[in-house]
């Protein structure tokens, strides 16, 4: 029975995915074993070794928010979130230089190379240089760490900065956009104005030329002419009596 179980507690199975490493707590041998484990079920002795597994998938962290300095001092928050992946045949090099699991790892040394890549990166803009050149520095940032992560095995996905300006810099680009805003607005309105007025004017003008017309076509013969169509051919009741026929030399 005693060695029924020990035979069964010496049989694990690594899932697909995944890559395992043997390793050797006690003995001379004490360490990594120069077996590599991929996937199927493995045999080992629970007394004197363990089986550990590193998932071969990508996962994703996002990272708590932290501040870094620019070259001029300001103060930016970086809320980053990483994508990696164990490289396949690296998870013995990657226990024997940790010695902690992958979760651990993750969390501590991984997240203290994203700070120290963003930091060494940061310190050379300044705070205009980094507005104008944001994408330049995300992508300085992602190369640096990509080596620092794959000399140790892994392979970077992606990673996003999250990167949030300052307060003062933030409300500076808002006074700024909306001065340009209602500049614009003011210029849209005089020029609303401008052709509102050479509207008006060329009405006026349009009304005055035909004001003139009207007055050099009223002659007197014309007007006569009009008072004897509107004439009804009786004597006004009140006024001078008209004179119908009238000397207009």
Do not use: H
């Amino acid at each position: 029975m005693i060695a029924a179980i020990a035979l069964l507690a010496s049989c694990t199975r690594i899932d697909a995915g995944y890559e395992g490493i043997l390793v050797n707590q006690y003995g001379t041998e004490k360490g990594v074993s120069n077996v590599q484990i991929k996937t199927g079920r493995v045999w080992y002795n629970p007394f004197t070794q363990d089986v550990v597994e590193f998932p071969l998938f990508v996962k994703t962290i996002d990272y708590s928010a932290f501040t870094v300095n620019a070259k001029d001092g300001s103060v930016f928050t970086i809320d980053p979130t990483l994508s990696y992946a164990v490289v396949q045949g690296k998870a013995p090099f990657i226990y024997v230089k940790y010695r902690k699991d992958l979760d651990e790892i993750t969390t501590t040394t991984m997240f203290n190379y994203v700070k120290n890549a963003f930091r060494i990166q940061m310190n050379k803009y300044t705070t205009e240089q980094l507005i104008s050149n944001r994408q330049q520095f995300e992508d300085s940032v992602e190369a640096n760490l990509g080596k620092t992560l794959e000399s140790d095995g892994f392979r970077l996905e992606s990673l996003t900065s999250g990167l949030q300006y300052p307060k003062s810099i933030v409300e500076a680009v808002d006074a700024k956009n909306r001065a340009v805003q209602e500049s614009m607005q003011a210029q849209n309105q005089l020029v609303r104005d401008s052709i509102n007025a050479r509207r008006e004017v060329i009405v006026a003008e349009g009304e005055r030329q035909a004001n003139l017309l009207r007055q050099s076509s009223l002659t007197n013969l014309l007007i006569q002419q009009q008072f004897i169509e509107k004439w009804d051919g009786r004597t006004p009741l009140y006024g001078n009596s008209p004179v119908v026929f009238k000397n207009v030399q």
